[in-house]
Protein backbone atom coordinates (compact mmCIF):
# COMPACT_ATOMS: atom_id res chain seq x y z
CA UNK A 1 0.00 0.00 0.00
CA UNK A 2 1.30 3.30 -1.04
CA UNK A 3 -1.00 5.75 1.07
CA UNK A 4 -0.72 6.92 4.45
CA UNK A 5 -2.84 5.81 6.99
CA UNK A 6 -2.73 8.93 9.11
CA UNK A 7 -3.63 12.27 8.96
CA UNK A 8 -0.03 14.49 7.46
CA UNK A 9 1.11 17.59 8.78
CA UNK A 10 3.65 19.89 7.24
CA UNK A 11 6.87 19.07 8.60
CA UNK A 12 9.30 22.23 7.79
CA UNK A 13 12.54 20.68 9.55
CA UNK A 14 15.89 19.16 8.92
CA UNK A 15 15.50 15.13 10.48
CA UNK A 16 18.88 13.08 10.86
CA UNK A 17 18.57 9.49 9.39
CA UNK A 18 21.49 7.30 10.05
CA UNK A 19 21.31 3.31 8.47
CA UNK A 20 24.34 1.15 7.50
CA UNK A 21 24.13 2.07 3.74
CA UNK A 22 24.49 6.01 4.37
CA UNK A 23 26.07 6.35 7.51
CA UNK A 24 24.09 9.46 9.06
CA UNK A 25 22.97 12.37 7.25
CA UNK A 26 20.54 15.49 7.83
CA UNK A 27 17.58 15.18 5.40
CA UNK A 28 14.87 17.93 4.81
CA UNK A 29 11.47 17.28 5.95
CA UNK A 30 8.01 17.64 4.17
CA UNK A 31 5.41 16.28 5.93
CA UNK A 32 4.95 13.90 9.05
CA UNK A 33 2.17 11.46 10.68
CA UNK A 34 1.60 8.72 12.81
CA UNK A 35 2.70 6.08 10.32
CA UNK A 36 5.10 7.78 8.50
CA UNK A 37 7.69 10.42 6.96
CA UNK A 38 8.30 12.39 4.16
CA UNK A 39 11.51 14.30 3.28
CA UNK A 40 13.68 14.85 0.81
CA UNK A 41 17.62 13.61 0.63
CA UNK A 42 20.55 14.05 -1.42
CA UNK A 43 21.13 10.26 -0.93
CA UNK A 44 18.45 7.27 -2.49
CA UNK A 45 16.38 4.49 -0.80
CA UNK A 46 15.84 1.46 -2.21
CA UNK A 47 12.31 0.19 -1.57
CA UNK A 48 11.95 -2.21 1.49
CA UNK A 49 15.39 -0.08 3.33
CA UNK A 50 15.43 0.36 6.89
CA UNK A 51 17.25 3.37 9.09
CA UNK A 52 16.00 5.07 11.41
CA UNK A 53 14.82 8.72 12.21
CA UNK A 54 16.24 10.81 14.67
CA UNK A 55 14.25 14.11 16.08
CA UNK A 56 13.12 16.24 18.88
CA UNK A 57 9.55 15.90 19.36
CA UNK A 58 7.29 18.30 21.93
CA UNK A 59 5.75 16.32 24.65
CA UNK A 60 1.59 16.65 24.87
CA UNK A 61 1.87 19.12 27.84
CA UNK A 62 3.97 22.54 26.35
CA UNK A 63 5.87 22.87 30.16
CA UNK A 64 7.15 19.35 29.67
CA UNK A 65 9.43 20.23 26.72
CA UNK A 66 10.53 18.02 23.93
CA UNK A 67 12.69 14.68 23.83
CA UNK A 68 15.02 13.09 20.93
CA UNK A 69 12.78 10.20 19.86
CA UNK A 70 14.44 7.42 17.34
CA UNK A 71 12.18 6.08 15.22
CA UNK A 72 13.02 2.53 12.65
CA UNK A 73 11.70 3.63 9.21
CA UNK A 74 10.59 1.98 6.08
CA UNK A 75 11.35 3.36 2.69
CA UNK A 76 8.08 2.61 0.59
CA UNK A 77 9.18 4.62 -2.58
CA UNK A 78 12.11 7.14 -3.38
CA UNK A 79 11.19 9.59 -6.63
CA UNK A 80 14.12 11.61 -8.30
CA UNK A 81 12.97 15.20 -8.14
CA UNK A 82 15.17 16.71 -10.55
CA UNK A 83 16.16 19.72 -8.32
CA UNK A 84 19.39 20.62 -6.19
CA UNK A 85 18.01 17.99 -3.32
CA UNK A 86 17.64 14.92 -5.59
CA UNK A 87 15.29 12.46 -3.96
CA UNK A 88 11.83 12.68 -2.68
CA UNK A 89 11.17 9.57 -0.30
CA UNK A 90 8.04 8.33 1.62
CA UNK A 91 8.63 6.15 4.35
CA UNK A 92 6.40 4.00 6.70
CA UNK A 93 7.65 3.79 10.57
CA UNK A 94 7.59 0.25 12.54
CA UNK A 95 6.83 -0.57 15.42
CA UNK A 96 5.62 2.66 17.28
CA UNK A 97 4.67 2.35 20.41
CA UNK A 98 0.74 3.43 21.23
CA UNK A 99 2.28 6.48 23.43
CA UNK A 100 4.49 7.94 20.28
CA UNK A 101 2.10 7.33 17.65
CA UNK A 102 -0.92 9.06 19.45
CA UNK A 103 1.65 12.55 20.04
CA UNK A 104 2.56 12.46 16.18
CA UNK A 105 -1.60 11.96 15.52
CA UNK A 106 -1.47 15.02 17.72
CA UNK A 107 1.12 16.99 15.50
CA UNK A 108 -0.20 16.31 12.41
CA UNK A 109 -3.41 17.05 12.81
CA UNK A 110 -5.05 20.44 10.76
CA UNK A 111 -5.68 22.33 14.43
CA UNK A 112 -1.88 22.17 15.27
CA UNK A 113 -0.63 23.87 12.26
CA UNK A 114 3.27 23.21 10.62
CA UNK A 115 4.88 20.54 12.87
CA UNK A 116 7.13 22.00 14.77
CA UNK A 117 10.36 19.22 15.22
CA UNK A 118 13.89 20.06 15.52
CA UNK A 119 16.99 19.06 14.40
CA UNK A 120 18.35 16.05 17.07
CA UNK A 121 21.52 17.41 18.24
CA UNK A 122 24.62 15.08 18.54
Same mark, same amino acid.
Given at each position: ?25 ? =? ?32 ? =? ?36 ? =? ?15 ? =? ?6
Amino acid at each position: MNQRLEVRGELTARVRLSSPEHGEIT =AYGLDLSASGIGFLSERGYSAGQHFQVLLRVPRL =APEAGEEEVELVARTIRCDPTGDLIPFRVAACFIDLDE =ALKERLRHLATPYSGSV =ALHLAEE
